[in-house]
């Protein structure tokens, strides 16, 4: 298993945010873990996710789908969590 963080595919990538925008389980598990959650998408996006935690509250369903196309750009072009804030809420700022 590679640390390497990748891209994901458009049909991951689809999945995932369809996942993020409509189930809730999903949310709650991708919260606690990316990787565990990133199962239900595919064994490659969960590789993808390995090292990765959430940095701050998970952003809710209208901001994530307001940055849609950004999104779905960040994860098919570089890797998911090399910009892990894309996914929070921004109503705080995480600490480093």
């Not at 064994?43 to 952003?59: H, I, K, N, R």
Request: charged share 20%.
């Amino acid at each position: 298993m590679s640390t390497e963080k990748k891209p994901l595919s458009l049909a991951d990538a689809l999945k995932l945010f369809d996942l993020l925008t409509t189930d809730e389980s999903f949310r709650a598990d991708f919260q606690a873990s990316p990787a565990i959650a990133l199962t239900q998408v595919s064994s490659d996006a969960a590789e993808a996710a390995v090292e990765c935690s959430m940095p701050g509250t998970l952003a809710d369903v209208s901001t994530l789908v307001a940055a849609r196309d950004r999104l779905l750009e960040q994860f098919t072009t570089q890797a998911m969590f090399s910009l892990p804030h894309c996914f929070i809420d921004g109503s705080s700022t995480p600490s480093t």
